[in-house]
């Protein structure tokens, strides 16, 4: 599609196919996207236990004591009426248990425990967090160290996750330098340092980072190198109609299709992507806060969808101050973020990084604009 607006790029990226699914360890998982639902492999808590250290206690005192239960062993005593057990947190409650009285609330003399009794207190019913066979969560939710926790005192060893998404980054411009101080009509690459970390935070892995000279052949062969090996080949500058903007001859040359040819967005306009036979193009202008709009609007949801993960609404913010946007296109403008807020930052050129470091995210305009305490919306930075 030619120059769509905004909000129909982002739903035009987000059309990965999910990636096949692996079983992966339960270690393994964290970082990663369920690729199908987690189910309990036993109650929690499997059986009756002690939520607190005393005694376990049946029916009311005094209590004569008649042994003791830890936790990781089988109570192998059974109490009735005026008997009580010492008990460890987390031990199973042996049979006729009514109660849990804790260490600091009971007095033992003599072997007799006298303490008040409150029928059912502080004992954890088997089954009271999940039953065997209940969902725990669901495909496409994203596994952390707390789901992962939960799992494993589920039973769980292994779960079905989607891998992370492989990109190939292919660095466009002659004129770029590694290291130093660019001499006159060179300039410093400042996106090829700075991406690998974003994709990291989006959940994929950069496979190589690559560059090519601004001829088309060279074109070609980079990305034919970088489709070979990654899922996504990320380009950087070239997006354009300039002398030496090589991409959308070298996709054609490669029998790709552009599904996105400019977006109608400030900064970031000239972003592109396209579908070749063996992986996405994603084509990011060559200035540099141009790019990070462009990797954020539809390398996100293209990356997402790749891991299954479903396109989440955008959340909302206040606007601090008025803001101006084109008449016909929407405009990302860099801001900080503070108590539901967002206040535009300085250095706001299409060229420049001062803005973008100092910031949390995008607020994003309506065509026209937005005024001071309007809700707009929020695209953070990952």
């Not at 725990?136 to 789901?147: K, T």
């Not at 590694?178 to 892995?205: F, N, T, Y």
Request: glycine share 12%.
């Amino acid at each position: 599609m030619r120059e769509p607006d905004w909000p129909t790029a982002r739903r035009l990226a987000a059309a990965g196919q999910p990636l096949t699914a692996q079983q992966v360890p339960l270690a393994d998982a964290d970082g990663h996207v369920l690729a199908q639902a987690a189910l309990a492999l036993t109650d929690l808590p499997a059986f009756d236990t002690s939520s607190m250290d005393g005694w376990a206690v049946c029916g009311e005192g005094p209590w004569t004591v008649v042994g003791e239960v830890l936790a990781g062993h089988a109570p192998d005593v059974e109490l009735s009426s005026g008997q009580c057990c010492v008990i460890a947190t987390g031990a199973a409650v042996p049979d006729g248990t009514s109660a849990i009285v804790r260490r600091e609330n009971g007095e033992l003399t003599d072997g007799q425990l006298t303490a008040a009794h409150v029928p059912g207190a502080d004992i954890r019913p088997a089954g009271e967090e999940c039953r065997r066979g209940e969902v725990l969560a669901q495909s496409g939710e994203l596994v952390g160290p707390a789901l992962i926790g939960l799992l494993s005192a589920a039973g769980i060893d292994t779960v079905a996750v989607r891998p992370r998404p492989r990109v190939a980054i292919v660095l466009f411009g002659d004129e770029l330098v590694d290291s130093g101080v660019a001499g006159i009509g060179q300039v410093r690459d400042s996106l090829g340092p700075q991406l690998p970390g974003w994709i990291k935070r989006m959940g994929a892995e950069v496979v190589s980072v690559s560059r090519a000279a601004d001829t088309l052949a060279d074109h070609v062969d980079r990305i034919r190198q970088a489709a070979a090996t990654a899922d996504v080949v990320m380009t950087t500058g070239g997006t354009a109609a300039g002398p030496v903007d090589h991409l959308h001859t070298a996709v054609a040359q490669l029998e790709g299709t552009f599904l996105i040819d400019s977006v109608a967005v400030r900064p970031g306009h000239p972003m592109a992507l396209a579908q070749m036979a063996d992986a996405w193009l994603l084509g990011l202008p060559g200035n540099p806060q141009s790019a990070i709009v462009a990797l954020l609007s539809l390398g996100a949801p293209l990356i997402d969808s790749l891991r299954g993960r479903a396109e989440s609404p955008l959340p909302t913010v206040t606007l601090t101050h008025d803001t101006r946007a084109p008449a016909h296109e929407h405009r990302l403008v860099a801001s900080r973020l503070a108590g539901g807020e967002a206040t535009p930052v300085a250095h706001l050129g299409s060229a420049m990084l001062r803005g973008l470091a100092v910031a949390d995210g995008f607020v994003v305009l309506p065509p026209g604009g937005a005024h001071s305490s309007d809700v707009v919306g929020w695209l953070g930075l990952p």
